[in-house]
Nanobody, 122 residues
Framework: QEHLVESGGGLVQAGGSLRLSCAAS????????MGWFRQVPGKEREFVAA????????VYADSVKGRFTISRDNAKNTVYLQMNSLKPEDTAVYYC???????????????WGQGTQVTVSS
């Protein structure tokens, strides 16, 4: 079982950068695909990026391609989301998630963190 804790959110100006981290406490982190999602009030949780358990496959939402990079360090049980060229529309609560299968569908992820707020000012 994985317990996930996100960090690194905050307030940044448009065009700036943030790096989110998601630390997992389980002993089987390296066997899980990891995903990042985001959500704003009144909207469904939106897929952002995902990475395979070995780190060799990454998938991105079209809205973040070329600006965000997902990576993982299995030795540290941590997955990262480097966010560059941030826009006001990136403002949301960002969640990391874990599951055995690499997927873009939130409902298929079995484990979730508590979320971290990212606010991008114009």
């Amino acid at each position: 079982q994985e317990h996930l804790v996100e960090s690194g959110g905050g307030l940044v100006q448009a065009g700036g950068s943030l790096r989110l981290s998601c630390a997992a406490s389980g002993r089987t982190f390296s066997t899980y695909a990891m995903g990042w999602f985001r959500q704003v009030p009144g909207k469904e949780r939106e897929f952002v990026a995902a990475i395979s358990w070995g780190g060799d496959r990454m998938v991105y939402a079209d809205s973040v391609k070329g600006r965000f990079t997902i990576s993982r360090d299995n030795a540290k049980n941590t997955v990262y989301l480097q966010m560059n060229s941030l826009k006001p529309e990136d403002t949301a609560v960002y969640y990391c998630a874990a599951d055995r299968v690499l997927t873009t569908h939130a409902r298929l992820y079995g484990y979730w963190g508590q979320g971290t707020q990212v606010t991008v000012s114009s």
